[in-house]
């Protein structure tokens, strides 16, 4: 199983990335898929979550409103986009799979930084 995520860079507060994730080696259609992020000196932490056909979607409460995660199962893949981003969006950008209740696939993560 690989996870290939991409569309991190050097934005503005208040500005919007794209972050993609290609998914290769599994029935990606079937799994929950998920974005981490791990900002400098903390743990990584949960950013949105959706399910297998986008009927179940999960947000952490400081991304409500500005991010939205989705996914194309025909193109094995899953997005988040991120709007009006502010400093504290800095980190590295992991997605996962869940096989099952657990995120057991990472992806090697983006770089999204944000300068004020």
């Known amino acids: 199983v690989q996870l290939q995520a991409s569309g991190g860079g050097l934005v503005q507060a208040g500005d919007s990335l794209r972050l993609s994730c290609a998914a290769s080696?599994?029935?990606?259609?079937?799994?929950?898929m998920g974005w981490f992020r791990q900002a400098p000196g903390k743990e990584r932490e949960f950013v949105s979550a959706?399910?297998?056909?986008?009927?179940?979607?999960y947000y952490a409460d400081s991304v409500k409103g500005r991010f939205t995660i989705a996914r194309d199962n025909a193109e094995n893949a899953v997005y988040l986009q991120m709007n009006n981003l502010k400093p504290e969006d800095t980190a590295v950008y992991y997605c996962?799979?869940?096989?099952?209740?657990?995120?057991?696939?990472w992806g090697q993560g983006t770089l999204v930084t944000v300068s004020s």
């Open positions: 996962a799979l869940a096989p099952g209740s657990t995120y057991e696939y």
């Open positions: 959706i399910n297998w056909n986008g009927g179940s979607i």
């Open positions: 080696g599994i029935a990606f259609s079937t799994y929950v």
